[in-house]
Structures are given as structure tokens and as C-alpha cells.
């Protein structure tokens, strides 16, 4: 591993302006990375932009105010990523959103916001990023957030489980087919981390969903980001984090 491999590069962060995607800008910000935020809301990217800019000594930091599944925007900025920073290096997919409740009481737009954001999403950002990494010559990394719900039935999570788990095949996907054209594909597996989006998550959980995760642990979003951006560093295909995740994922192999 190269001591430093985020140094001067260039990274691409959907999701960026909250939340784990905001620590793992942090995290690599701190490594001198230069960064362009994706997100929806304009208070919480600028925000981030701030205090990003804080974090790394003479690092960029571009943000752009999009909802992911606006396909023509977001090829508007991954376009103009490009032009202000330069070649792209790195793309983390992280925009993502859940609602859990029982299957029979989700509304059909339920289902459709978790469709479109976690899936159609990354499939967007990635889509329209990777000519840009195919065309530099260093090669590049794409790292998309799912989760270890994508890899098992979890009462409550009919709608977020299934967008995870297209994620996670997504993924291999992009593996078989740019593995070997410099393109590195990572999928992170972050734990429950304690998030803005997470304590919005948790006030709809039905009650048998609160039995079957009662007693989980709750990991800390800038604990988590630091295992998820050194994962990228080290080259790992998948990224779980904390010992919960590692385990359900070592059995479901």
C-alpha cells in the first residue's frame, strides 16, 4: 500500500454533506485529497465545504447542490468536476436513504424513494463518472455504501434490503468488468452508526424490528468512516466494519 494514496487526488463523494459520507470526506481531506460534494440540501453543503476546507492543509473543495437521480445535473457537475479540479480519481456512491416498516404498510412511494436513491443513484453517479476514470491514466477507485442488510432478511427493511443487495451485485459487476482496467471497486459495509439518518431511521421501526436489533451495537459515523476510507486504502473489495458486520458477512460467504 502506498503510504498516502488519497494525496492530491481527486474525489468524487455523493451523499458528502451528512453523516458518514461527510466523515469519510473529512477522513480523506485530512489525507490531503482534493474533494467534490453531491447532495440535495445547500445549507448542509456548504456547511460541509467549510469545515472540510479546515481539515486539509491547501486541499479543493467543490460542492454541488443534486438530487442523484437527476441524470442530467448530475452529468452537468461530474462534467464540471472535471473541469474545475482536473482528472477524477476516486468515486464514492454513498447517497442513500431508508424507511423501514412492515412490507403490507409501506407506501408504494416508499418503496420508490429507497429504489431511487440508493439504487438508480449510484447507478447514475457511477455510470457517468467511470469514463472519466477509465480515461486517466493513473486509474481510479469506485467505492459504493451498502450494507450488511443487503445480505440477509431483517424484519422492517422489505424496501432498503433489496436496493442494498442490488448494490452489493452492482458491485461485483463493475469488478468483473474494470477490475482489470485500473479501476478498483470497493463496497462498504458500514455497521448502524449513530447519524442524523439513523435517528430518523429508528422512530419508524416497527416493534418486531426493534426486538430483532435490540441489544446491536452502535457505532460512532467518524470510527466508521476511518475503517471504510482505510479499506479503499488497502485495496479491499469489501469493507465491513465492527464485529457484527464482519461476522454476518463471514457467514453469509
Do not use: W
Amino acid at each position: 500500500m502506498i503510504l498516502n494514496p488519497f494525496k492530491g487526488k481527486n474525489i468524487l463523494i455523493t451523499g458528502g454533506s451528512r453523516g458518514i459520507g461527510l466523515e469519510m470526506a473529512r477522513e480523506f481531506a485530512r489525507n490531503g485529497a482534493n474533494l467534490a460534494l453531491i447532495a440535495r440540501g445547500k445549507d448542509d453543503l456548504l456547511a460541509a465545504k467549510t469545515a472540510l476546507e479546515a481539515c486539509g492543509k491547501g486541499i479543493t473543495v467543490r460542492a454541488y447542490a443534486c438530487d442523484v437521480t437527476n441524470s442530467e445535473t448530475l452529468a452537468d457537475y461530474i462534467n464540471m468536476i472535471q473541469f474545475e479540479l482536473g482528472a477524477i480519481d476516486g468515486v464514492v456512491a454513498n447517497s442513500g436513504y431508508c424507511h423501514p416498516g412492515n412490507f403490507h404498510e409501506l407506501k408504494l412511494e416508499d418503496f420508490d424513494r429507497q429504489i431511487d436513491t440508493n439504487l438508480r443513484g449510484a447507478i447514475y453517479t457511477i455510470r457517468l463518472a467511470i469514463p472519466h476514470l477509465l480515461q486517466n491514466p493513473k486509474g481510479g477507485f469506485v467505492a459504493i455504501t451498502s450494507s450488511p442488510a443487503g445480505h440477509m432478511g431483517i424484519f422492517g427493511f422489505s424496501a432498503y434490503g433489496p436496493t442494498k443487495a442490488a448494490l452489493s451485485n452492482l458491485a461485483d459487476t463493475l469488478h468483473a468488468e474494470y477490475g482489470d482496467r485500473g479501476v478498483r471497486v470497493h463496497l462498504l459495509l458500514p455497521p448502524d452508526t449513530d447519524t442524523p439518518g439513523y435517528r430518523e431511521e429508528i422512530k419508524l421501526y416497527p416493534p418486531e424490528c426493534r426486538a430483532v436489533l435490540a441489544g446491536g451495537s452502535l457505532l460512532g459515523s467518524e470510527y466508521v468512516a476511518k475503517k471504510l476510507v482505510a479499506g479503499i486504502a488497502n485495496g479491499k473489495r469489501r469493507v465491513a466494519v465492527g464485529f457484527e458486520a464482519r461476522a454476518m458477512m463471514a457467514v453469509l460467504r
